[in-house]
């Protein structure tokens, strides 16, 4: 007998549909940056993945796993494409070929693979590399840098040398930076009339890309690939304190909308703080992670050492996440609490 009405509907979501749905809600973002920045960006993703493939292969190799099968799940395509989005682009070769083994290898596989690791894997990547080589995670391109692709792709690989005319901080970076020099002189409001470097509301060209991100992330929603809990719970947090904040001083801090659209945000919110492995599972639990997360990627981005705080925040919450899921769990259907 066969049933064709729920409960017995299955819905038809492998790993394997769910990755390339990731990776489909992730190209208005990049094409956003292709645009403002130039192509570099898709050499980065492409050494990214190859990186990741040929890692992934290696410990499944290694572990006696089927390579075919794990392989072709997009799981490892997706941390790199992550990780390569939250990489500088004209950061060198070797820096993204560094981070991607690490949340491959270490992040990912000695942790037991794909649904047994604690941590985001593409956040353990950045956190180390930015630890390990500020200097090197915080030259962003200039916007409106007239270098063509030929001599991007040559400082890539170290054959050209790295030059300050065409990369300089984030305007999140830029911002934070400027305040501590001017020791309260001038104010927030004065700096980001600044057009050249932050644009309209949140710096200039990282308006479209962020806003590329939050679109993909709205058609992950609809599709129901993700819910809403994490992402509105991380930009309502991050609002908040901004919010509470720039309205008690607004000469010192920043308005909201300024950052939810700067940095790491809007990517943080809809591809980051959304893992299901990582992060939490309870709605409840999914809502306290998201609002968490985005309070202290605020408290560090302002008041920490780092530009900015997502990686940071969201490996915080990781730790915690077990204990958010114990705590959130929803009562058994027909069971009252004992409490």
Known sequence: MEFTTPPYLLKNASVQRVMLQVLAALLPGVGAYVWIFGPVIVVQLALATATALA?????????????SLFLTDGS?????????????PLSPWWLIVTGTLFAIVVAKHL??????????PAMIAFAVCIVSFPALMSQWPAVGMKVDLGDQVRVVFGLLPRLDAISGATPLDTLKTALKLEDGQFSVAALLANQEVFGFFAG??????????LLGGLWLWQRGIISWHAPIAFAGGLSLL?????????????????????????????????????GCTTP???????????????????????????????????????????????????MKDKA
């Open 55 to 67: 890692a992934e292969a290696a410990m499944l190799k290694l572990r006696d796993k089927p390579i």
């Open 76 to 88: 490892a395509v997706v941390t790199a494409w992550l990780i390569a989005l939250t990489f500088p």
């Open 111 to 120: 942790y037991g693979g794909l649904g047994q690791n604690p941590f985001n």
């Open 204 to 213: 200039r060209g990282w308006e479209w890309v962020t806003g590329g991100y």
């Open 242 to 278: 901004a919010g509470a904040l720039w309205l008690a001083n607004p000469a010192q801090f920043a308005n909201p909308l300024f950052h939810l659209f700067s940095g790491g945000a809007m990517l943080g919110a809809w591809f980051i703080v959304t893992d299901p492995v990582s």
């Open 284 to 334: 409840k639990g999914k809502l306290i992670f998201g609002f968490s997360a985005g309070v202290l990627a605020y408290i560090i981005r302002v008041f920490g050492g780092y530009p900015d705080g997502v990686a940071f925040a969201v490996l915080l919450l990781n730790i915690c996440a077990p204990l958010i899921d114990h705590y959130t769990q929803p009562a058994i259907f027909g």
